[in-house]
């Protein structure tokens, strides 16, 4: 958490209240949260290089966050979020006085505040110029978007490998934006055991593989995402797609669609839940 369609909610949020927008000055209340390395800029140079700083462009990528910004004379700089577990951005009044875990203040030219809120600290920012955002390692080596992929491409991407099919959906460098929420939650649409090999799976399961996951991404984005303990969006709202969740976080309780219970167990070190009878493996005859 949070997960694609949380940071693709609070992008088109600040999205819509923030582009035009000038920023007047950034203000770090824990020097941590901002990450240096790979081109990106230092505690000292940040505050100097947002002034005055226009923001022209929202966007995401996987689960980074990007705010472009644009000044006069200045080459073209991106603050970029990586919010992680517990990190949230929030749009505020002026006078709004940060909260406990706040990190970051970018303050703007009409009397608003950009919170970066953080509890447990390992959400970070990274300053950077384009081509220095480019070359980060992390960013660099993120897969595909998978809603931008049609059923053939993300078939003939995992097609063959002998890794896990739920630790293929995890890994950032086979696809960008997946995490275990929308990992358990598409498995088990589309009838798949998460431990099987995608190799084990075949090219029309895989198929429908895709199918679930577009079709569980856009639903928890047209619900503002899935609210589970710190996340919401930039408007500070809570998501709700954790109410339609049919196996996540539900191990033990009756699955929805057969009435078995659901079993929690660990693929590829995470925690992972699935129904032994819908979601049979491919050598128990999984279809």
């Not at 033990?252 to 659901?262: D, M, N, S, V």
């Amino acid at each position: 958490m949070p997960e694609l369609p949380e940071v693709e909610t609070i992008a088109r949020g600040l999205r819509q209240d923030l582009c035009g927008a000038t920023l007047a000055s950034a203000t770090l209340l824990w020097p941590g949260v901002l990450e240096t390395g790979h081109g990106a800029l230092d505690a000292p140079a940040l505050p100097r290089a947002v002034a005055g700083g226009r923001i022209g462009a929202v966007w995401r990528r996987g689960k980074v966050l990007a705010l472009e910004l644009h000044a006069p004379k200045r080459p073209p700089l991106h603050l970029a979020f990586h919010l992680r577990m517990t990190g949230r951005l929030t749009v505020e009044p002026t006078a709004t006085a940060p909260y406990t875990h706040t990190r970051l203040i970018l303050d703007l030219a009409d009397e608003r505040r950009l919170f970066f809120t953080d509890a447990r600290k390992f959400g970070r920012c990274r300053a950077m110029s384009p081509d220095a955002l480019a070359r980060w390692p992390f960013f660099a080596a993120l897969g595909p978007e998978p809603m931008d992929l049609d059923a053939e491409a993300f078939a003939a991407l995992l097609g063959g490998r002998r890794a896990r099919i739920k630790a293929l959906l995890l890994d950032q460098s086979v696809l960008a934006g997946v995490g275990n929420i929308y990992a358990d939650e598409s498995l088990f649409r589309a009838g798949i055991h998460p431990a099987d090999t995608a190799a084990a799976i075949g090219p029309e399961r895989l198929a429908r593989l895709h199918d679930a996951l577009v079709a569980v991404l856009a639903e928890a984005i047209a619900a503002n995402g899935s609210s589970i303990s710190d996340y919401v969006n930039a408007h500070g709202d809570a998501g709700a797609f954790q109410n339609d969740f049919r196996v996540y976080g539900r191990g033990g309780t009756p699955c929805r669609t057969c009435t078995a219970p659901l079993v929690r167990t660990a693929v590829a070190g995470r925690s992972t839940t699935f129904c032994p009878h819908c979601q049979r493996p491919a050598w128990a005859g999984g279809s």
